[in-house]
């Protein structure tokens, strides 16, 4: 018998933005041919065109205040309010700071799983009360007699050791990609090969701006990609504009949506620089390993547990990333090592339909 799921607290699909929107993409699409019923909740700001449906998910556009505090719980209260008094088995809660919010839909008789997210009081754009918070909501999260999801080892033994409560690991997938058409390539100035690329939102965490000053230091012709940005302009996104517009080496595309494009990208990229350092397993990181990057990754441990021994790490300093990089265009014998090790990984451990397997035995459970 199909489920009638409501999935809330994501910006919405099609995926645009980040890895809750990719797992709400890839999981619930899967979970439509399994024969369920799939709502997404979408921020009306950033869907203008409003479509009905994607990959067989009703999609229910609902706006938020334009404010990085207030932008996730506002949309998520008037999602939950409209899930409470629609036909809904479950709803799958994304974000822990959602937590305070849940007893709409509890009230309503539906039942409630969330997923965790990372360390979110540990990134730098939460400092003061906005970290107090993210920490107090996850903790109300542990709480609460409904199931929780860590998408990585490391954020369930962190739940177990600090809030003394055990989470379902599930990770997220990892699709499998070939390069089709290099000519999109050209569109960027690119040739497969002649780049760096890194793919993340422009938040200090991510460290895009140790990339651009390691670039900096390093002698090369190959060109540095930094796909992404962010819905709202900070002192450290003018600041990071202004470094990269200072190399012309560096190429800022802005976001990119379209999946042929950044499996192109991905595919035909010299190495892949991943900075991010909070949060747990990364979708864009899975991305890269599917696509066979050789990989650079910020030597924290959600990337060792993703990566293991397939990637090179480097430090918070841009001088080490520098050096990786240095090494990178010395010894490309170990570059094509490091490819097949991701790739392999992401076949035997990511996979979709496997993560929708999990993430249906326990969406069932909850009933």
Known sequence: MGLRIAFIGTRGVPARYGGFETCAEEIGKRLVLRGHEVRVYCRSRYYPERRRSHEGMRLIYRPAFRSRALETLSHSTLSLLHAAFRKTDVCLVFNTANSPLLWIARLAGKRVVVHTDGLEWERDKWRGLGSRYFKWAARNATRLRIPLISDSLEI?????????RETHFIAYGAPLVESRDPLLLRNFGLAPGGYFLQMARFEPENN??????????????KKLVLVGGTAYTTAYVRKLTE?????????????????????ELLTNAYAFIHGNEAGGTNPGLLQAMGAGCAILARDVVFNREVCGSDAAYFSDEAEDLADKIRRALDRPDELSRMKEGVKRTARDRYDWDAVTEAYERLLRSAL
């Open 156 to 164: 369930q033994a962190y739940y177990r050791r600090v809030f003394g």
């Open 243 to 263: 470094d990269a517009a200072a190399d012309p080496r560096v190429i800022l595309p802005g976001f990119i949506y379209e999946p042929g494009v950044v499996n």
């Open 208 to 221: 895009i701006h140790t990339t651009v000053k390691a670039f900096a230091q390093v002698r090369t012709d």
